[in-house]
């Protein structure tokens, strides 16, 4: 890198002014009243906009052996 390229402090942090982290928009279960991400299924219900989406006791049955399986193995 030659010294004609190289920037100010203030041109770089001019730069890194766009780089911030937002957090990520949570809302309330209309169902249960969890939080959890806009535009995704609850992850405590499995319920979108009123309507089950996934099945959440199956997803836990399947977890569940799946970690005993792994145990016993
Ligand atoms: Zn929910």
């Known amino acids: ?17 766009h780089h911030g982290l937002t957090a990520p928009r949570l809302s309330k279960c209309t169902n ?3 939080s959890h991400l806009r535009h995704r299924a609850c992850s405590n219900c499995g319920m979108y906009r009123g309507k089950q989406v996934i099945d959440v006791v199956a997803k836990a049955e399947k977890k569940a052996a799946k970690k005993t399986s792994k145990a016993s193995a």
Not at 6 to 11: E, L, V
């Open 1 to 17: 890198m030659s010294v004609r390229m190289r920037h100010t402090r203030a041109h770089t942090g001019n730069r890194r002014s």
């Open 32 to 34: 249960c009243s969890a």
